[in-house]
């Protein structure tokens, strides 16, 4: 691996470019996991590379969300495995009840043993759907071999850099879906019932910070609304106002002078009268 200076202004993004790259040369993360991640730090610039209220808001009622349900269930595919194991390990660490399911796009047995290698690593087990056992309805890609003791029975799915054809899926049969995914445009943020604009590790740092202390609690309740369409809303805002502080105003157009302006007498022949 090419070596990085820590003195480098991107050393954090150059170090998970670096890591990403190996795991793609290792078969870990898929060539497209690439595309992704530039993808994704393209809309992560423009958020400031921070999460704004608006997500830190959205973790909050997350962390509920994951806390209230009888079998949540977080998806993991090879560039979430690649990404954030140790912060995967730390939220089943605060919320134990949460499976952990290998859910794979461009699916081969050896990635899904990849994953769930790089998963038990970190200290997660057990690791579902190496060899699936159930079928999710209305999805023609193999994102529908699921885990029937995982998400064929999970209330609540964490579904992250995920597609929007299978959070359609997930919805329609009847599980509430949380996305994370920077880019509040994409199908998976506008289908998801709760979606989180923030960078993968961020958001799960943030969800095992915020669902410890309500895991302690053991009140339960329903389910909280969530407002998508406004936090996709805020989520874009925070977005146009730091893209709107980096311009600089445009600078005033010269109007033009009278003086071009043809003299009375002197105007140029119109078509009509050249022809
Ligand atoms: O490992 P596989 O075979 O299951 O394939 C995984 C990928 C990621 C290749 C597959 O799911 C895919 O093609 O994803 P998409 O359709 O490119 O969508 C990924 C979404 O995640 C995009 O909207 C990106 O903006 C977003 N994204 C990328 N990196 C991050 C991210 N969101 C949050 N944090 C990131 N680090």
Redesign the pocket.
């Given at each position: 691996m090419t070596r990085i200076s820590r003195r480098h202004p991107r050393y954090g993004s150059l170090v998970t470019r670096a890591r990403l790259a190996a795991a793609s040369r290792s078969g870990l993360?898929?060539p497209?996991?690439l595309?992704?991640?530039g993808?994704?730090e393209a809309?992560d610039y423009f958020l400031g590379e921070r999460t704004s209220p608006g997500a830190r808001r959205a973790i909050r009622a997350a962390a509920v969300w994951l806390v209230r349900a009888h079998h949540p269930v977080l998806s993991v595919?090879?560039?979430v495995a690649a990404?954030a194991a140790p912060q995967i390990a730390e939220l089943v660490r605060a919320l134990p009840r949460l499976a952990i399911e290998v859910n794979?796009?461009?699916?081969t047995q050896a990635r899904a043993r990849a994953v769930a290698a790089v998963l038990a690593a970190a200290g997660v087990s057990p690791v579902l759907g190496v060899r699936p056992t159930a079928v999710l309805a209305g999805l023609p890609s193999d994102r529908a071999r699921i885990d029937a003791r995982g998400i064929a029975r999970a209330d609540v799915c964490v579904v992250?850099?995920?597609?929007g054809d299978r959070t359609a899926a997930l919805r329609a049969a009847g599980k509430r879906v949380i996305a994370?995914?920077?880019?509040p445009l994409?199908r998976?943020a506008r289908q998801a019932d709760l979606p989180i604009i923030d960078?993968?590790t961020r958001a799960l740092d943030g969800l095992a910070r915020a669902v410890r202390p309500i895991a302690r609690d053991p009140r339960r309740g329903a389910f909280p609304p969530f407002d998508r369409q406004a936090a996709l809303t805020e989520a874009l805002d925070a977005m146009i106002n730091r893209l709107a502080s980096h311009r600089r105003p445009t600078p005033r157009r010269r109007r033009r002078g009278p003086s071009r302006r043809p003299s009375p007498g002197t105007a140029r022949p119109s078509h009509r009268t050249r022809r």
């Open positions: 993360v898929a497209e996991g595309i992704a991640q993808r994704g809309f595919n090879g560039n990404l794979l796009f461009h699916r992250p850099l995920e597609d994370i995914d920077l880019n994409s998976t960078e993968l």
